[in-house]
């Protein structure tokens, strides 16, 4: 199974990946091809950085700009109408995953990854331009959830077939490692959200960000996807044209047919690790002031600095991955997710310190780094090239609409009828259920670990 990546002059060239500690050692790469790879890493990086950025501004900034589209509620029915645009938006991430995935598999990776991009820059600068409920009345809400459903579409897409790229660019032996690299760009969005929040809090008052500041982080992000989209014109495609030729290329037969198994193991554990990862970052924010009751920016202030820390320990954990074996990440992150969610949600819920919130934040973050550092590359293992864009994309979206995109309605839902706790026990059982999946997990994996 075979990837054409770049090297000398944008010539094809092997890349293959190592996904246990038992692997045969890697080949040797010139200093030139090292650069191409890690320059096409970063080029790719880049464009899922401001993906996400864009679409995690819109969370980040709900606090000021929910009155503006829902007015006449209470605080908590605004944040659970916002909340439930958000996870509109997830709701289209199958279709993106399939949609994209199948541009990836047929098309290749490049044409695929431009396109998202340019997407989430039309939805985001939409946005940013919207009139409010009082200009335009129930059409303000209803083209909100318009641009989020288009940025579903296009986010849906871009996971999958950037994990597909980067897990294929990257260097032998180092394939955990290098692929980490898609969260440190996906965390490194969020960051970038909530750190535009954090100065615009400074720069403006409540009442100014609520009138008309919360549009000029749509703007940024607009503005920032073309400069990802010139940089990921300059990348050469992964997807070999022997694998694009394949008849069952990009095809829900094809992946169905001969690789269901693979796509209901990685819809599994990444139910779990979708639930996990955006209970402790988007939502985090919400919780620290309706339930532990933090002043918003202190809370954008605990995580700002839990975000940037996060963001640090995924090269590390992936580097780790390289070492003792995707499979035993993975168990980790199961296992100790399901032990220890519910004492430390409970914990925050009775601390009045941000600095032990932080503290109990990076925990939790640090439990989800065993999988988000691995993310795409233990998906991209799961499946040869034909499908790999699908196979990844598709699981991922699926599980991420169900059980990321629903996690802040069902948190704020629980709390708004007064049973909070039973949250954290319903993350608790979805780390149960990634861990039991991750068993069968392969020790060897079958795909990617051969390639040249």
Known sequence: M???????????????????????????????????????????????????????????????????????????????????????????????????????????????????????????????????????????????????????????????????YMSEVALRGQRGFFSSFQYVTLIGGQLLAVLVIVVLEQLLTEAELKAWGWRIPFVIGAIAAVVALLLRRTLHETQSAEAKANKEAGSMAGLFKHHTPAFLTVLGYTAGGSLIFYTFTTYMQKYLVNTVHLPIKTASYVMTGALFVYMCMQPLFGALSDRIGRRNNMLLFGGLGALATVPILTALQYTTSPVMAFVLIILALAIVSFYTSISGIVKAEMFPPEVRALGVGLAYAVANAIFGGSAEYVALGLKSLGHESAFFWYVSAMMVIAFLVSLRLPRQASYLHHDH
């Open 2 to 164: 075979s990837a054409v990546t770049p090297t000398h002059g944008g010539h094809a060239a092997s890349a293959s990946s190592s996904s246990s500690p038992t692997s045969s050692q890697p080949p040797h790469y010139t200093a030139e091809e090292k650069r191409h790879r890690v320059f096409a890493i970063m080029a790719a990086s880049s464009g899922n950085l401001v993906e996400w950025f864009d679409f995690y501004v819109y969370a980040f900034s709900a606090l000021y700009f929910a009155p503006a589209f829902f007015p006449k509620s209470d605080p908590t029915a605004q944040l659970l109408n916002t909340a439930g645009v958000f996870a509109a938006g997830f709701l289209m991430r199958p279709i993106g995953g399939w949609l994209f995935g199948r541009v990836a598999d047929r098309l290749g990776r490049k044409t695929s990854m431009l396109i998202s991009v340019t997407m989430m820059c039309g939805g985001s600068l939409v946005i940013a331009c919207l009139p409010t409920y009082a200009q335009i009345g129930a059409w303000a809400p209803f083209l909100l959830l318009m641009c989020r459903l288009f940025q579903g579409l296009s986010v849906g897409g871009e996971y999958g077939t950037t994990a597909t």
